[in-house]
């Protein structure tokens, strides 16, 4: 897969080496890259994946209105938990148990993501970027955890087995990251 030839910020975590960052997924409309999937893999038993979504703004349509292109709080969470929920489905032949399977997960990514501003569901934490401070909601389940945020320019997910030590995080170019695509 060629990448193209500009390459937005990725956040990954503060002070961790570049071994042990790779991206894993990049993608945007058209050719335009505005998402990144960073694997970070501090030690052999930590695994976790960062996803920055660069946000596209407002618009302009036909007849003067203005369309935002960027979902909410609740699209990151979905999505960060569908994340979750699809890294814990072992890979297999495509068959109707692993279609109802991925079914399943997304019916419930959709519920859990929903609920982020509930705090019975979703606990706050909080997220330092580059020395600011931003709310960082977190969603802890037997399959590990998501964790989302809006950081102004972009929202940005996390998700895995086991969530990362500290919530300290930088900005990179994502094309100085290793990638393996």
């Known amino acids: 897969m060629?990448?193209?030839e500009r390459s937005p910020t990725a956040l990954v975590p503060y002070g961790t080496g570049d071994d042990d960052l790779e991206v894993v997924a990049w993608?945007?409309?058209?050719?335009?890259?505005l998402e990144t999937t960073v694997a970070v893999r501090p030690s052999p038993s930590l695994e976790y994946f960062i996803r920055t979504m660069h946000r596209e703004g407002m618009r302009p349509m036909g007849h003067g209105v203005g369309v935002s292109l960027d979902g909410g709080i609740q699209g990151a969470a979905r999505t960060a938990v569908m994340d979750l929920f699809l890294s814990a489905i072992p890979p297999e032949?495509?068959?109707p148990e692993s279609i109802a399977v991925v079914e399943e997960a997304m019916g419930r990514a959709d519920e859990l993501g929903d609920q982020v501003l509930n705090r019975d569901v979703w606990s706050l934490d909080r997220l330092d970027v580059d020395d600011r401070v931003f709310a960082l909601l977190v969603?802890?389940?037997?399959?590990?955890?998501?964790?989302?945020?809006?950081?102004?320019?972009?929202?940005?997910g996390a998700y895995g087995r086991s969530q990362p030590p500290a919530w300290r995080w930088t900005f990179r170019r994502a094309a100085e990251l290793h990638s393996s695509l």
């Open 139 to 156: 969603l802890r389940v037997p399959e590990g955890f998501a964790a989302v945020s809006d950081i102004g320019p972009c929202f940005v």
């Open 27 to 33: 993608g945007g409309p058209t050719g335009e890259w």
């Open 93 to 95: 032949e495509p068959g």
């Open 2 to 4: 060629m990448t193209p």
